[in-house]
């Protein structure tokens, strides 16, 4: 089969309007065109009065070859590539000691499903509760402000990414269609089918629920094995070897292939493993605020007269400022017709984040407004000085909310004028478990602060009412990825510590569900080399 890019329609285009494009850009009669089928569908909205809908097509003709050597240099007509995830290993005869799986995340989850597809049998280890439970605590949080240091938005089955907008996006380099695989297994989950085709598919969080338990249950149908509550709290390396792990319950565990997937906010386990010596380095990450706009505005800005169009859904954007003191300020995880949420994992900090459910119909968009820093903020000889950092922005949120998991929020034109909120205007924050009004600029650095002052009217410029006066603004957004890397090298071990094999976003190598499941399973291939080769 062929496949066709770049395939541009406008937005209400007839049925009939792919077939007769295909054929107008293979420049075939009709009658030689046997089939086509969507491969992916994603739209062009810069200029709002004509959005065109872009497609790439797979297309079956009478002469696929007479037509590749026809068009070989149209970069826009190729053969279809060939997506299909085939495991480069399987046995029946599995080693008596099992790969272990730390972290049921994405990197975790699909490292630990792919290891039980080779016929490996994984144990996989999770500190949280599984996914149903998780919900409770995280609940008990935005409604009744008590947290559950175990179970929250950080910890639990589905990692951080089940409490967001499920976004299955990525910029990620994926030659070997790794990405199609991930989607492929979310689909047989039971997600929508339509995420195999839309350029920017997501979940939402209610449908990763039901999605993530029957993943679980494939795993363990195919002899793997899934305990909750089972916090690794010291690992034996030695020799520079992984030897085992021993769990808060006083359990210890022989382990030499170890799957290290716990996601950017084991801050506890972070400092487990510098103490043992396993190689970490810093690395630079973001922090800013949440804004939060009616959804309608967003809608209204991108797609003028067709907001609402069901092929559009919610709008969503993507903003980027660099500030004249040298900061970089963009958004981050977008999430359209969501709330903003509390995100805490430990006592006497306020952290946010953005969720939304599949439909995307709640009121408010909501937006990550970040500012790039780097170790040389918090420059010591700790390498752990990104941490110490988060927390302290973290600690002060909690105390401008009223140290009462409350968080501080700010009408935008009064963030402006640095002048303190009193209430809410025509937007009303959606953070549970509720807001307090002030002045945020105690609750970032003053760099930081500069540039998002900066940056909000250049993004006004590029869409129009984003300085809306009664936009709001919830802090902080801390956890957009780890403050640090646990390196490792191209067999994908730790640099110094032989079968630890750093996964996913805790270890600094992936950034959203869809990369840090890739990841996952790339490292399940490694493991299966070292096990099976």
Same mark, same amino acid.
């Given at each position: ?60 003709? /009478?002469?696929? +070859? ?59 280890? +999770? ?56 989607? +492929? ?68 565990? +022989? ?34 605020? /949440? ?13 003028? /007269? ?228």
């Amino acid at each position: 089969m062929l496949r066709l890019l770049e395939v541009r329609l406008p937005l209400d285009h007839s049925e009939d309007a792919l077939h007769d494009a295909i054929c107008r850009a293979l420049r075939i009669p009709a009658s030689e065109l046997l089939s086509y089928a969507v491969a992916r569908r994603g739209y062009d909205a810069r200029h709002p009065d004509r959005i065109a809908l872009i497609y790439t097509l797979d297309v079956a003709t /009478r002469d696929d +070859e007479r037509l590749l050597t026809r068009h070989h240099k149209n970069p826009h007509i190729i053969r279809r590539p060939d997506s299909r995830y085939e495991p480069p290993f399987h046995t029946t005869n599995p080693p008596h000691l099992r790969p272990v799986v730390v972290g049921f995340g994405p990197a975790g989850l699909f490292a630990g499903l792919m290891l039980a597809q080779m016929g490996l049998r994984p144990l996989i280890l +999770e500190r949280g509760k599984p996914v149903r439970e998780r919900t409770q605590d995280t609940f008990a949080l935005w409604r009744r402000k008590i947290l559950n240091p175990e179970s929250n938005v950080q910890f639990g089955e589905g990692g951080a990414g089940t409490f967001s907008d499920g976004k299955l996006h990525s910029q990620i380099s994926d030659p070997h269609h790794y990405g199609r695989k991930v989607l +492929e297994e979310f689909v047989r989950a039971g997600a929508p089918p339509e995420i195999l085709t839309i350029s920017k598919p997501h979940i939402g969080t209610f449908r990763l629920v039901g999605i993530i338990e029957r993943m679980r249950a494939t795993i363990e149908a195919l002899g793997g094995s899934v305990q909750f509550e089972s916090r690794v709290v010291d690992i034996d390396r030695s020799g520079g070897v992984m030897q085992g792990l021993t769990l808060a319950s006083g359990r210890t565990l +022989e382990a030499r292939h170890v799957v290290l997937a716990i996601g950017h906010s084991a801050r506890d386990t972070f400092t487990m493993l510098r103490d043992r010596g396993v190689f970490l380095e810093p690395k630079s990450f973001s922090i800013g605020l /949440r804004i939060e706009h009616p959804q309608s505005l967003v809608d209204h800005c991108r797609f003028g /007269r067709h907001a609402g169009h069901p092929l559009l859904g919610a709008a969503d954007y993507k903003l980027a400022h660099h500030a004249t003191n040298g900061r970089s300020v963009y958004s981050f995880c977008m999430c359209p017709g969501g709330t903003v949420v509390a995100a805490a994992s430990e006592p006497g900090r306020v952290v946010t984040n953005g969720m939304s459910q599949y439909s995307r119909n709640e009121r408010n968009a909501n937006s990550a407004l970040v500012v790039g820093v780097t170790p040389a903020d918090f420059s010591s000889d700790d390498v752990l000085a990104g941490v110490t950092f988060q927390r302290h922005w973290e600690e002060r949120a909690f105390e401008l909310g009223g140290a009462s998991y409350e968080a501080p929020a700010q009408r935008l034109e009064d963030f402006l004028a640095a002048r303190a909120s009193v209430g809410p205007g025509e937007v009303i924050p959606s953070y549970q478990p509720g807001v307090r009004w002030g002045d945020l600029s105690e609750a970032l650095p003053a760099y930081a602060i500069d540039a998002l002052r900066e940056a909000l009217p250049a993004f006004a410029r590029k869409i129009a009412g984003f300085t809306l006066p009664d936009a709001v603004l919830t802090g902080v957004e801390t956890r957009t990825s780890a403050p640090i890397r646990i390196t490792r090298d191209e067999d994908r071990q730790s640099r110094n510590t032989r079968g630890l094999y750093p996964t996913g976003e805790g270890a600094g190598y992936a950034g959203g569900i869809l990369s840090a499941a890739v990841d996952g399973i790339k490292t399940a291939e490694a493991i299966a080399r070292a096990l099976l080769d």
